[in-house]
C-alpha cells in the first residue's frame, strides 16, 4: 500500500532557520510547507526584533569561513527582493589584550584576512569618541561587520519562499511527529506527510524531538534586551557610524557584553549581556531575573558615559545554548530523514541563510557545503540519549 505524501518537506518553526531552511527547499524545486505556532510575526522565540550583529569575527574559524559565503547570500536576498538588510558598521572588540578569547579573536581575523584595524590606547579615542577603553585591555575593529535589520529579514526570507510557491501555515502548533520512511507530522489543524521533515523549533526543540525519542542538552535562557538613553542625542548613532561592540570579558562580567548603535529607538543603545537565567518558553515572563542589568549598569557606568547607567527599554528574547555554545546540525540517529537544527546559542541570526543551505543539504541526502563535525550530535556523546 502506499502512503500518500503531500510534501518534499515538512519545516517546523518559521524563526529565521527555518525560514531560510524553507526558502532554500524551494529554490531548489521542493514542495515545502512551513509549519508555525503563532500567527506570524511574532515576539515569542528567538528571531524578533529589529537588529542583530553580523561579523566575521570569531574565536573559531569554521564560523569565519562560514561568513565568507553567507555576507554573499544575505547580498543576494537583498538584490532577489530589493531590500536593504544590512548596514556596514564595524565591530568594536575589547578585551583584556592578552587573554585567550581576545587573542583568539584577533588570530582568527588575521589568520583569515579579514580587513581589520588594531587600535592603540593613543588612537582610540579618536576613532571611538565617548568610549572608556578599560586598563590593559586592546582593541581593534571588524570592518566587515555590521548590523542585519532582522524583522525585515524575516519577512523578507519569507515573502520569498511565498514566492517560489512555498507555503506559509501559521497558528498551527505541531503537536506529534511519527517516523517512517514517510514522515506524518500532526498539528492543531491537521495532519501532514512528507518525504523528510526538518525541525527549527528554537527553544521548543527538545519538545519537538521527544516525538522521535532524542533529546538534546540544551538550555533555555531568557535574555533582558536593554536600551540605553543617550544624554546628548546622537552620540552613539549609526547615522554617526558608531559600530556594533563587543566586550569578550572584563572587570563586570564574565560573559561577553555586547552592543549596537543607536538605530531602531532614536537616542537609545541596545546593549545586552550575552547571558541570562533559565526559563520555560512557554513561561519566558514569569522569569525577573535582573541580575544580568547589575552587571551592565556597572559596565555603562565605567565605559559608556553619554550614557544614562538605567536601562529605558527592557524587551525579552531567548537563547538555546548547547554546552560548548556551538550549534547543533544534524540528522536524527535513527531516522535519517528527520533533520534538526538547534541550539544556536545567541548567535545564529547572522548564519541564517548558510543554515538554511546547510539543512536543506541535509534533509536531501547531499553532500554537505561544510565540514559539519562541530555541529553534530557525537560530540555530546553520553549526554546524547536516544530512547528509541
Ligand atoms: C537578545 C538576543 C540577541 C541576539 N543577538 C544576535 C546577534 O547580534 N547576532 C546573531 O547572529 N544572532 C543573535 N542572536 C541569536 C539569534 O537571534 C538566534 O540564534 C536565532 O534567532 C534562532 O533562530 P531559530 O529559528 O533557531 O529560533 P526561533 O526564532 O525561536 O524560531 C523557532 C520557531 O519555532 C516555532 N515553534 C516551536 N515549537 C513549535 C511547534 N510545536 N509547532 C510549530 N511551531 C513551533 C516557534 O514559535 C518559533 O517561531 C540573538 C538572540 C537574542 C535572544
Ligand atoms: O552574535 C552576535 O554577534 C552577538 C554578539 C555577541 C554575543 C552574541 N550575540
Not at 518559521?14 to 525560514?19: C, E, L, R, T
Not at 553567507?70 to 572588540?93: D, F, N
Not at 510557491?165 to 502548533?173: F, L, M, P, Q, S
Amino acid at each position: 500500500m502506499s502512503v500518500e505524501v503531500d510534501y518534499d518537506c515538512i519545516v517546523i518553526g518559521a524563526g529565521v532557520q527555518g525560514s531560510f531552511t524553507a526558502y532554500q527547499l524551494a529554490k531548489k524545486n521542493k514542495k515545502t510547507v512551513l509549519l508555525e505556532q503563532f500567527v506570524l510575526p511574532h515576539s515569542r522565540g528567538s528571531s524578533h526584533g529589529q537588529t542583530r550583529i553580523i561579523r566575521k569575527a570569531y574565536e573559531q574559524d569554521f564560523y569565519t569561513h562560514m561568513m565568507e559565503e553567507c555576507y554573499e547570500l544575505w547580498a543576494q536576498l537583498e538584490r532577489e527582493a530589493g531590500v536593504k538588510l544590512y548596514r556596514q558598521t564595524g565591530l568594536l572588540v575589547m578585551g583584556p589584550e592578552y587573554s585567550q578569547s581576545y587573542q583568539l579573536f584577533k588570530n582568527t581575523l588575521q589568520r583569515n584576512k579579514v580587513p581589520t584595524v588594531i587600535l592603540n590606547r593613543d588612537n582610540f579615542r579618536q576613532h571611538i569618541p565617548h568610549v572608556n577603553l578599560a586598563e590593559g585591555d586592546g582593541a581593534l575593529v571588524d570592518i566587515t561587520a555590521g548590523v542585519l535589520y532582522a524583522d525585515r529579514a524575516l519577512k523578507t526570507v519569507q515573502g520569498q519562499f511565498q514566492k517560489l510557491g512555498g507555503v506559509i501555515r501559521d497558528t498551527e502548533k505541531v503537536t506529534d511527529i511519527t517516523p517512517g520512511p514517510v514522515v506524518t507530522v500532526s498539528t492543531s489543524a491537521g495532519v501532514y506527510r512528507a518525504k523528510s521533515v526538518v525541525i527549527t523549533a528554537g527553544p521548543w526543540a527538545n519538545r519537538l524531538l521527544a516525538h522521535t525519542g532524542l533529546q538534546l542538552p540544551l538550555e533555555v535562557v531568557k535574555i533582558n534586551v536593554c536600551y540605553w538613553k543617550e544624554k546628548v542625542p546622537g552620540s552613539y548613532d549609526v547615522k554617526q557610524r558608531f559600530p556594533c561592540f563587543l566586550q569578550t570579558e572584563g572587570e563586570e562580567a564574565k560573559e561577553h557584553i555586547y552592543g549596537l548603535p543607536s538605530n531602531e529607538y532614536p537616542g537609545l543603545v541596545k546593549i545586552c549581556y550575552h547571558m541570562g537565567s533559565e526559563t520555560d518558553p512557554d513561561q519566558r515572563d514569569k522569569q525577573t531575573d535582573r541580575s544580568d542589568i547589575d552587571i551592565l549598569q556597572r559596565f555603562i557606568a565605567r565605559s559608556f558615559p553619554g550614557l544614562l547607567p538605567e536601562p529605558a527599554v527592557v524587551e525579552s528574547c531567548m537563547y538555546t545554548l548547547t554546552p560548548d555554545r556551538h550549534f547543533v546540525l544534524d540528522c536524527h540517529p535513527d531516522y535519517s530523514n528527520i533533520v534538526f537544527g538547534a541550539g544556536f546559542s545567541g548567535h545564529g541570526f547572522k548564519f541564517g541563510p548558510i543554515i538554511g543551505k546547510l539543512l536543506c543539504e541535509l534533509s536531501l541526502g547531499e553532500v554537505s557545503s561544510y565540514d559539519l563535525s562541530p555541529f553534530r550530535i557525537r560530540r555530546f556523546q553520553t549526554k546524547t540519549k536516544s530512547a528509541l
